[in-house]
């Protein structure tokens, strides 16, 4: 193999060693989990807890938060517009108004509290190897919250994110906040009370045409926000990234948690964004398959005992980073100084102004960005990454080596590593595939991805089972995309402008940034940031060389280059495939049910045919993002039906944007091989 | 009521009289200033006018020509009244002017020391008199100047005379006079004494083109009367203080016709002794001129009984350089077009001289009581004044403090004369913050001001009451009411103290619908503290307010800023720095750029964006008609 180039000379030492940059911030993590080790989980359940509060507080229970907004004058309002154009008395309505309050509110209560410090320490012990918290920023969460309310954004991977929150700031003695969940949980017996209890309220997932739905939940989160009851938390990817990668922002909790500060009815609000990395996600194996079609269980107490098996099992390492907490006036300074709502009483719901809506798009991708940053990278992720560039086998001596040789690149770019300084890198790479047994395995000196060696059985299985393996070593993998995503894209842009001249480079460049921006984070309208910072990073490795007009790829670059063109080559051929799907099959307007079930054939015939390798093309997620750039790029318009949306695809721009795609891309070489 | 009860030691007296105290307080000053010393220039004959009956004599003014005999050159206020810290350290105020004159006032200090960390053994000497040296030379037009001598209009190039009229009483003002100076002041200072003198000057001024500069009380806290420092013009300061007769009185119409430059309590004291008052009172109508009040659409602490200016005026007067301007007949509300009054209301001096005003006058309240509520929070205090506000109750003036003015107004309390006083003041703290459970750190106090028949007084008060008590409010007796007014007139001196001490202060206002007004007050508060910490202020600032005026749909709130500047090289840019601050949160809080101080060039920048880029091009090209070479050329507003 030609990766043998790689060998002898590099080994043990990776070729860009960046120590000063081996993560800063990594040395204040502090694991929670060693003291519940240790002490009694009974005594830490009942210990007294006395969180520091909001200076303004004025205690009020959660009923008495339920008037409050009912009465509010917002609240009525609606109710008033509402009793006009229905002609339904105010009383019936504000009725249906309490129920929704009676669905939703929260009732903290110090017993579930304490019931679950209880439990979950026993199952965080037998399912986590340590919980590390960054204690500094506990510290300025602990500031924060007493100067100004408080909106905690923690990054969305797992249903245990916001148990492990509360669980965090309970330990540290701070205010557990109220808890946006989707309603899907009160289905649960007993536990949809318990959550309730410990502080969660619910939202329905849609409720984009309920006025009264939207009035009051809105009013109900402003109270408490405003009260400084206690920190808001809710999570701004909206659901659980089932690949691992950063999901783009929803805007609307985020509109209603900034409205306080926006009106002026308090003076500051603070963002603490809040990124929690899991080593391993209990859920991985369910998301693999979601993205496959296979439907989501439904939330049931009954499917949480099932699920009690993984007890058995170990999930590793989990990291929670609390960053810097962000003052919303700060942010909002010289952007909005005028406040947009002097001229209508503020309790008139109003449509924010397109100022406003882009302010609070630019503060979601901000956060977004800063959650990313304080990911932390376990090596089972660089591992993933080399694996998935060399399957179905890579021999064990190879992939430490390139593994080391990704570690010193990633933190290069700026990677927020957690690799075990103390173990040599074998036992590092080995312990790190110990945790990882229903993913990859070492057999002879090979390690394997389990179900890509082709086996017997019907093709459509096989298909799908190696697909699974794919897409679950893939959410892996993906962790690492976000910090590599702007050199790799000027790696791409170099490559298919086969030109050195900058300004082409960087059109490339804006092109492709423009169509993955549903795939990755970037923040919006400033191409050329993330075009600099790929090249930047580019430059600080080596890869590249930059004048004033020309881009070269040094001699050493080329193997970067390659690598990162591997690691975004499903994504480019995933998109390309689709793009051939369109102009082939799809004539007439058709809903995204019926386009992710054509794409999902047209790839697996692929697939079958070895039309393609990467099984990513099946993932629900890329199809979605796909039809969703395509709809940006005017290919494919995207109408409102009452059934939902369809879509129809112009051909013209379908032809123009696939021959974007393709053009001058070099034809499929064995690039992973050249590593 | 029993604080109420308890309290009335003094205040009974007072309010079982006919008299006021604030009529009092009048006329101990009138009476001092009668024998004030005549000026060497005296007053021009006014030509072509007979004088009618009621100013046949020549009034005495408050204020006389060299302004600097009575007045402090360097400050506020007259020469012999100020604080001073006597020899035991205790701060006590001077002179026989007010009733505070010679009281020690023991808390003071300790506030100051504990509120702002001053201390006394940190003093901030500014230099004694005026160095006349430094003082920028007049630059003449010599030609306007001997037409100038041939009309017989009184005129001084004084340099003293000169620098009192380039400032107002903003902070950055008073330091330069105490420590620095100005770069551009006026070249001459004119005294008109009638209608007809300011005609003859201004044509003058047109045809050899200088800069005029009307001049009232200077009181203007809005950089209104600085002297633009481009200006290569002759810079001409009118000073309107010779002009203050009051030409009669129309009992049929309840109207007077006054001068402009008449001062606000000569105004009053002498309509008091036909039995009538105006019942305009500014906070600096003690040197304020009712000229002034109409340039700037000033507002009066009673407008709620008597209206603010703009509710006052008839009918004004005045002369600009296109000629005089003026309605024909003195019809109480007319619909002609928009009404020219409000071209003139709040000009600000850069369309031309108010000269003659025909302002409403009513007769003499029969009974005047002080009063005083103490609220558990500033929120259930301006719940309170909102309500008083809907029901249209409001007494003549009602003024909510916070909890910060409250304790600076307690630090204000003179030293108690038996032990029977401080025994019952102790009753009283006691019975409010353990009996009725009020946190002092929270509590605020409305003070109020009721005039009329005796009965309506007391009905008016009961009603208020009432509403008070549904909002948590004790009556807390009209001691406390007045000393809340007082406050008021002597803030000014006590910023004089301050600055010999490293403290700085000024005031600011902004009116504001009802619903935004305490988000308001705390989000300028917090902005102004937020603002002091960043800029390296060492000690927490003093940063307070107050709702000072109700309307139907909305409130004037007044703020004060206070910091100690030790250890800050550049005070006043900071100072203004945090000003600027507390007026954009004004602003992005639904609050106004000005209630009644006016734009002048401080608040310059703002006016745009207040009343549009086509309300800016209407004022812009009002302007271009009126005084197309402006030579009324203060550049206030646009």
Not at chain 1, 395 to 422: A, I
Not at chain 1, 542 to 551: R, V
Request: with cysteine; proline share 5%.
């Amino acid at each position: 193999m030609a990766a043998a180039v790689a060998g002898g000379t590099r080994r043990g030492t990776p070729m860009y060693s960046q120590k000063n940059l081996t993560s800063k911030k990594k040395y204040d993590f502090e694991d929670i989990l060693e003291e519940r080790r240790q002490s009694s989980d009974l005594r830490y359940a009942m210990r007294c807890y006395t969180p520091v509060v909001y200076k303004e507080l004025s205690p009020c229970k959660p009923s008495a938060i339920k008037t409050i907004v009912l009465h509010s004058e917002q609240v009525q309002y609606v109710i008033r517009e509402l009793s006009k154009e229905m002609g339904e008395s105010p009383d019936i309505i504000q009725e249906e108004a309490a129920e929704i309050l009676d669905e939703m509110g929260h009732s903290m209560h110090m017993g579930a509290i304490r019931f679950f410090a209880f439990t979950l320490s026993k199952l965080f012990k037998c399912l986590f190897k340590s919980i590390c918290v960054n204690e500094e920023g506990i510290q300025k969460l602990q500031q924060a919250i007493q100067e100004h309310p408080v909106v905690l954004l923690p990054s969305h991977r797992s249903y245990v994110d916001f148990l492990l929150l509360s669980y965090v700031l309970y330990t540290y003695d701070l205010a557990l906040p109220v808890i946006a969940a989707g309603i899907d949980f009160l289905g649960m017996k007993v536990v949809g009370e318990l959550l309730r209890k410990s502080g969660a309220f619910f939202m329905r997932r849609t409720f984009g045409g309920n006025r009264l739905y939207w009035a009051v939940f809105a009013e109900y989160v402003k109270t408490v926000l405003k009260n400084g009851y206690a920190p808001v938390e809710f999570y701004l990817e909206g659901t659980r990234s089932r690949t691992a990668k950063t999901l783009v922002p929803k805007f609307g909790l985020l509109n209603i948690v900034m409205d306080p500060f926006l009106k002026r009815e308090v003076f500051d609000i603070y963002l603490v964004p809040i990124s929690i990395s899991y080593e391993r996600v209990l859920e991985e194996s369910l998301y693999a398959h979601e993205l496959l079609g296979v439907p989501k269980p439904k939330e049931s107490t009954s499917g949480l005992l099932k699920a009690r098996k993984i007890l058995n099992e170990n999930f590793g390492k989990i990291h929670m980073y609390f960053g810097q907490p962000l003052s919303l006036r700060t942010l909002a300074a010289g952007r909005i100084n005028r406040c947009p709502y002097n001229l209508v009483p503020r309790h008139i719901p109003q449509k924010p102004s397109e100022e406003i809506q882009e302010f609070v798009s630019d503060v979601a991708y901000k956060i977004e960005l800063l959650q990313i940053e304080n990911m932390v990278l376990s090596p089972w992720i660089l591992i993933s990454a080399v694996l998935l560039q060399n399957l179905p086998a890579i021999n064990f001596e190879l992939l430490v080596e390139k593994t080391l040789w990704l570690k010193g690149l990633t933190q290069c770019f700026g990677g927020f590593l957690d690799w075990p300084d103390n173990l040599c890198a074998n036992k590092a790479v080995r312990s790190s595939l110990s945790l990882h047994t229903n993913i990859a395995s070492l057999v002879n000196g090979q390690v394997v991805l389990h179900d890509t060696v082709m086996g017997p059985g019907a093709a459509e299985e096989t298909i799908f089972k190696q697909a699974l393996s794919v897409l679950l070593c893939g959410s892996y993998r993906n962790q690492l995309l976000n910090v590599f995503v702007r050199p790799a894209l000027v790696a791409l842009a170099l490559q298919m402008t086969h030109s050195s001249r900058k300004e082409e480079v960087y059109s490339s460049f804006a092109f492709w940034l423009d169509v993955f921006s549903d795939e990755f984070i970037f923040f919006p309208g400033v191409p050329v940031k993330d075009f600099e910072e790929g090249c930047y990073l580019l430059t600080k490795c080596d890869a590249i060389q930059i004048t004033p007009q020309q881009i070269f790829v040094t001699e050493k670059g080329s193997t970067v280059i390659s690598f990162l063109m591997a690691m975004f080559r499903p994504f480019v051929e995933g998109y390309q495939i689709i793009c051939r799907y369109l102009s082939k099959e799809a004539n007439e307007a058709f809903s995204e049910k019926q386009f992710i079930f054509g794409v999902r054939s047209f790839a697996s015939q692929l697939l079958k045919t070895g039309g393609t390798q990467y099984y990513e093309v099946l993932s629900s997620d890329m199809q979605k993002n796909a039809l969703a750039a395509l709809v940006r790029l005017d290919v494919a318009k995207r109408t409102k039906k009452s059934d939902g949306f369809t879509y129809s695809v112009s051909k013209e721009a379908l032809i123009k944007t696939a021959g974007m795609f393709e053009s001058r891309i070099p034809v499929r070489k064995p690039i992973v091989a050249r590593l | 009521m029993a604080a109420a009860a308890g309290d009335s030691g003094s205040g009974s007296g007072v309010a079982s009289s006919s008299e006021s105290a604030a009529r009092r307080r009048l006329r101990i000053l009138s009476g001092h200033l009668r024998s004030a010393p005549e000026t060497h220039l005296s007053a021009a004959l006014c030509r072509g006018r007979a004088a009618p009956p009621v100013s046949s004599e020549s009034p005495p003014s408050t204020l006389p020509k060299r302004r600097q005999e009575v007045l402090k050159w360097n400050g506020w206020g007259y020469n012999d009244s100020k604080f001073i810290f006597n020899k035991k350290g205790q701060a006590e105020f001077t002179g026989k002017r007010y009733r505070l004159g010679g009281t020690v006032l023991p808390l003071l200090r300790e506030w100051i020391e504990k509120n702002l960390g001053g201390s006394l053994e940190h003093k901030s000497i500014p230099r004694a008199s005026l160095n006349i040296s430094d003082v920028p030379p007049s630059v003449t037009n010599e030609e306007f100047l001997q037409d100038l001598k041939t009309t017989n209009i009184s005129y001084s190039q004084d340099p003293e005379d000169r620098i009192f009229r380039a400032h107002g009483h903003c902070l950055h003002e008073l330091f330069l006079l105490r420590e620095g100076m100005f770069k551009r002041v006026p070249d001459i200072v004119v005294w008109p004494g009638c209608h007809d003198d300011v005609v003859t000057i201004i044509e003058l001024a047109c045809k050899h083109n200088v800069c005029v500069i009307p001049f009232g009380g200077g009181t203007s806290v809005s950089s209104a009367l600085e002297c633009p420092t481009d200006e290569t013009r002759t810079i001409v300061s009118l000073d309107t203080s010779q002009m203050n007769r009051i030409h009669w009185v129309d009992e049929k119409n309840l109207t007077a016709h006054v001068e402009a430059g008449i001062v606000g309590q000569d105004l009053e004291r002498r309509l008091g002794e036909s039995g009538y008052c105006t019942g305009h009172e500014p906070d600096s109508m003690e040197f304020s001129t009712l000229g002034g009040w109409v340039a700037t659409r000033a507002s009066g602490m009673k407008k709620n009984i008597y209206g603010n200016i703009e509710d006052l005026v008839v009918h004004i007067k005045m002369v600009t350089p296109r000629g005089v301007i003026e309605k024909n007949c003195q019809g109480p509300r007319m619909s002609t077009g928009p009404d020219i009054h409000h071209f003139i209301l709040g000009s600000e001096g850069t369309l031309g001289v108010v000269t003659e005003v025909t302002i409403k006058i009513r007769p003499v309240p029969e009974y005047q009581k002080y009063g005083s509520v103490v609220f558990p929070n500033f929120e259930r205090g301006v719940a309170c004044l909102r309500e008083v506000a809907r029901q249209r109750c409001a007494p003549a003036s009602i003024r909510l403090m916070d909890n910060q003015q409250f304790q600076f107004g307690h630090a204000l309390k003179p030293q108690v004369a038996s032990i029977f006083t401080s025994l019952l003041d102790g009753l009283k703290k006691f019975y409010i913050t353990k009996f009725k459970g009020f946190d002092p750190n929270l509590l605020c106090v409305a003070t109020l001001l009721f005039e009329g028949s005796r009965e309506k007084v007391l009905q008016h008060e009961k009603q208020v009451y009432d509403i008070a008590a549904k909002f948590g409010g004790l009556a807390a007796g009209e001691d406390n009411g007045q000393r809340g007014y007082m406050l008021t007139f002597v803030i000014a001196y006590l910023r004089d103290l301050g600055m010999d001490y490293y403290l700085i202060g000024e005031s600011f206002e902004t009116s504001a619908p009802w619903d935004r007004v305490l988000d308001l007050c705390r989000n300028v508060k917090e902005r102004i503290v937020k603002e002091c910490k960043e800029r390296g202020v060492q000690f927490p600032p003093f940063a307070t307010c107050r709702v000072t005026q109700t309307y139907d749909a909305g409130a004037c709130v007044y703020f004060y800023l206070g910091f100690n500047y030790r250890g800050i090289s550049d005070p006043i840019h900071v100072y203004e720095e945090i000003e600027s601050a507390a007026r954009e949160e004004i602003l992005a809080n639904g609050g106004s750029l000005s209630h009644h101080h006016g734009v002048g060039k401080l608040r310059k920048q703002w006016l745009k964006e207040s009343i549009s880029d086509v309300g800016f091009g209407m004022l812009r090209s009002l302007k271009q008609y009126v005084d197309p070479s402006n030579i009324f050329g203060n550049r206030n507003l646009l």
